[in-house]
T-cell receptor, first 113, second 111 residues
Framework: NAGVTQTPKFQVLKTGQSMTLQCAQDMNHNSMYWYRQDPGMGLRLIYYSASEGTTDKGEVPNGYNVSRLNKREFSLRLESAAPSQTSVYFC????????????FGQGTRLTVV | GEDVEQSLFLSVREGDSSVINCTYTDSSSTYLYWYKQEPGAGLQLLTYIFSNMDMKQDQRLTVLLNKKDKHLSLRIADTQTGDSAIYFCAESLTGNTPLVFGKGTRLSVIA
């Protein structure tokens, strides 16, 4: 049982390049989330999807787009990367109403130069 | 809006108990969590508590919730060097809403 799988684990981009971070979960969870973690800032929510077919902005959505491709997969796209997007990105999933537990992937460490 | 506050650092001696504290602002929060993050790793769910509970114990971990003061604590008994990590407090209003995290408490265990 893999849980939440993120790819890639590491990435270096040049300013202005685009890329998509992939996330897949095998727990049949309804809700999925993208967070970024920066030193001293904790985890901040970028976007989330409460259920298949819906997405909503979080605290820091600027510069990002998301796609809930199906129930398993939730991708995060950077259209034109900026150095301020250098961060560690975490995907998480959760069962939905009545389900307390939220599980995280291992993270994608992104550096924009 | 929702906000979660934690102290940033805690240092304890091996074998002592550690107590990590957290306060949150939204009294409607239904779920409250503690996650552990080791260097270079993702977040590991340690435990969680429903807002209608006062206490939850799981082996060396004890979670206390004071709903009136909106205060959550995590006690780690017999703290070991392997407990050195960042501990995040988080809250969620419902089973569908996102988790809101504190900035994390870095626990250092001195041998």
């Amino acid at each position: 049982n893999a849980g939440v799988t993120q790819t890639p684990k590491f990435q270096v981009l040049k300013t202005g390049q685009s890329m998509t971070l992939q996330c897949a979960q095998d727990m049949n969870h309804n809700s999925m989330y993208w967070y970024r973690q920066d030193p001293g800032m904790g985890l901040r929510l970028i976007y989330y999807s409460a259920s298949e077919g819906t997405t909503d902005k979080g605290e820091v959505p600027n510069g990002y787009n998301v796609s809930r491709l199906n129930k398993r997969e939730f991708s995060l796209r950077l259209e034109s990367a900026a150095p301020s997007q250098t961060s560690v990105y975490f995907c998480a999933s959760r069962g939905g109403q009545g389900e307390a537990k939220a599980f995280f992937g291992q993270g994608t460490r992104l550096t924009v130069v | 809006g929702e906000d979660v506050e934690q102290s940033l650092f805690l240092s304890v001696r091996e074998g002592d108990s550690s107590v990590i504290n957290c306060t949150y602002t939204d009294s409607s929060s239904t779920y409250l969590y503690w996650y552990k993050q080791e260097p270079g790793a993702g977040l590991q769910l340690l435990t969680y508590i429903f807002s209608n509970m006062d206490m939850k114990q799981d082996q060396r971990l004890t979670v206390l919730l004071n709903k009136k003061d909106k205060h959550l604590s995590l006690r780690i008994a017999d703290t070991q060097t392997g407990d050195s990590a960042i501990y995040f407090c988080a809250e969620s209003l419902t089973g569908n809403t996102p988790l809101v995290f504190g900035k994390g408490t870095r626990l250092s265990v001195i041998a």
